[in-house]
């Protein structure tokens, strides 16, 4: 494609995401927890796929839970 699609987040969008992912109400839960949690209040931050690329991007997607015990 010669040019970007018309709904690629934005910097600042990409941020926000970012921001909410490593809140520390929400840095042990995943994507798919958080989304649903912010549609109970009514935010929408960006689709869960969006927030696993956006983390996946910045390097900050892996186990986001409590470690296993070896």
Do not use: M, W
Not at 20 to 35: G, H, L, M, N, Y
Not at 47 to 69: D, K
Request: proline content about 9%; some cysteine.
């Amino acid at each position: 494609p010669h040019c970007a699609p018309a709904n690629k987040l934005s910097d600042a969008e990409r941020r926000k995401v970012v921001a909410v992912a490593t809140s520390p109400e929400f840095r042990d839960q995943s994507p798919k927890q958080i989304v649903p949690c912010l549609a109970t209040r009514g935010v929408y931050v960006a689709s869960e796929s969006t927030i696993y690329r956006v983390l996946h991007a910045a390097n900050l997607q892996h186990r986001r839970g409590r470690a296993r015990r070896p």
